[in-house]
């Protein structure tokens, strides 16, 4: 791992911790300065704690029984008082608790030593500057929207016996099930085909944001800057350790998400490098998602034999159809 990146990375939590932690204490500040006796109470419990540390001294067994189960009783009724208050202006003690972005690391960065799954894949995006997978935080299922998908079947105009808005349907189910089964070895991949503007790049964000929510690592890349950059691996005579592990990532990670295929010049070079991502990775049983604006006839015709074979034989072919959303909105917003 190259140590800049880890750096900033570890920056980068360790800021975002901080920011998470002061945000409470600032909270909690205000909560208290609007209802003074919430801070009151805390001082008395924490001045009958430090009663409680110096009634373990008493040298009389019944002394210190008696003495701490008063103290006991002094700070159930300030506890309950305190939870009383809260619930007089609707929140708990956990609207105390800091809110990081990550639960389950708190933050850090790590699980009992072990690297969590948010470090590592923030460790991924900064390695490889993916700009698109800051679309996943708007570009989500829970944000995927079926009303620019016509309802009305068309074979003639759409190609197909559905409508694109069951189409799409039946795409998204896929793709959600697809998100979860990433392990699965019976799973096959994803090849999204169809016209631009009909929601495939929308998609595969959703199928990013959801496999990443699943503590997956994601590499979401264009086939023009991908290949490009496996190319330029290979003919690289002096190869640092930091481009090697670049490099290695793209068979590695949990999913691959390759879009714009076919944008990309091709030659025997670019060829040979997605023959080789394609193949290692089914062997290898990791995932990949990759969208083209192409109909599986071009694929064909635009790449080799070896390379079609392998969307023939271990991907599902899924047709986007339907009309540009990019123009419907330009139309409502014009309304």
Excluded: W
Aim: aromatic share 10%.
């Amino acid at each position: 791992m190259q140590t800049s990146v880890y750096r900033k990375v570890e920056r980068d939590f360790n800021l975002k911790r901080q920011r998470a932690q002061s945000d409470a204490k600032t909270y909690k500040k205000n909560i208290y300065d609007e209802n003074p006796r919430l801070a009151e109470i805390e001082e008395e419990i924490n001045l009958i704690s430090v009663k409680s540390a110096k009634a373990r001294i008493f040298s009389d067994e019944l002394s210190r029984q008696v003495e701490q189960e008063k103290l006991e009783l002094q700070v159930y009724k300030l506890d309950k008082e305190y939870d009383k208050i809260l619930s007089n202006i609707g929140i708990s003690r956990r609207d105390f608790e800091p809110k990081y972005e990550c639960e389950k690391c708190k933050d850090t960065g790590y699980i009992e030593s072990k690297m969590c799954s948010c470090f590592n894949q923030e460790l991924i995006n900064e390695a490889f500057k993916q700009s698109n997978l800051n679309k996943i935080k708007d570009e989500n299922f829970s944000t995927f929207d079926y009303g620019y998908y016509s309802t009305v079947s068309d074979k003639e105009k759409y190609g197909i016996e559905k409508s694109p808005f069951e189409n799409i349907d039946a795409i998204k189910n896929l793709s959600l099930n697809f998100a979860h089964d990433l392990d699965d070895p019976s799973q096959k991949n994803l090849l999204f085909t169809g016209s631009t503007g009909l929601g495939k790049t929308f998609l595969a964000n959703c199928i990013a944001a959801e496999a990443i929510k699943q503590g997956k690592s994601v590499i979401y890349q264009t086939a023009p800057i991908l290949l490009d950059k496996m190319v330029d691996y290979k003919f690289k005579f002096n190869k640092t350790d930091d481009e090697r592990e670049e490099y290695e990532k793209i068979f590695n990670v949990d999913l691959l998400i390759i879009d714009d295929l076919g944008t990309e010049a091709t030659n025997s070079a670019k060829f040979s490098e997605l023959f080789n991502i394609l193949n290692t990775r089914l062997l290898k049983n990791k995932k990949i998602l990759i969208s083209t604006n192409l109909k599986p006839q071009e694929i064909k015709k635009e790449y080799e034999e070896r390379i079609f074979s392998r969307f023939v034989g271990d991907f599902i072919v899924c047709r986007f159809v339907g009309d540009d959303i990019r123009l419907i909105k330009k139309k409502m917003a014009r309304t």
